[in-house]
């Protein structure tokens, strides 16, 4: 089955569901998936803005709110406990962090590209016509016994 990870900020005692945010939890899913983006997100630390940021990041309550304090992926395999949220009283923010993310590059208009969604919700926003194939009579083949 394997061991699944979340991050999680002991300081501010929240965590995060990679399944909340469209993707896989094992540890290469983390790696090759885009969900891990989210960690720019909420490390980000400048009081300045420039080309190339987040447009009024004030506005915002996930982005930087986990710059400076001590965070993990923490694998449900390790013995610290700090997994089972339910157990340790942390706060999952993972749907608060995915709906900001996403409101902030749908404003940049890099939503389709970067964005982060369920299966679910890929599902849906599939635009492409679904196309009915039909096969002309001349073209089907049958098998004889």
């Known amino acids: 089955m394997g061991q699944y990870f979340k991050l999680i900020n002991e300081d501010k005692k929240e965590v995060i569901n990679a399944w909340d945010l469209g993707g896989g939890a094992k540890f290469y899913e983390w790696l090759f998936n885009r969900e891990i983006r989210v960690l720019a997100w909420l490390l980000r630390r400048s009081n300045e803005g420039g080309g190339g940021d987040i447009n009024n990041p004030e506005k915002y309550q996930t982005l930087g709110r986990w710059a400076g304090d001590r965070i993990s992926l923490i694998g449900d ?38 964005g982060l969604f369920t299966f679910d919700e890929e599902r849906k926003r599939d635009k492409k016509p679904k196309r009915k194939i039909e096969l002309r009579p001349d073209m089907v083949l049958s098998l004889k016994k």
Do not use: F, H, R
Not at 81 to 109: H, M, V
């Open 77 to 114: 395999y390790d013995k610290s406990g700090l997994y089972d949220e339910e157990k340790t009283g942390y706060a999952d923010i993972s749907k608060l962090l995915k709906k900001e993310y996403n409101q902030a590059l749908k404003e940049d208009g890099t939503l389709d590209e970067y």
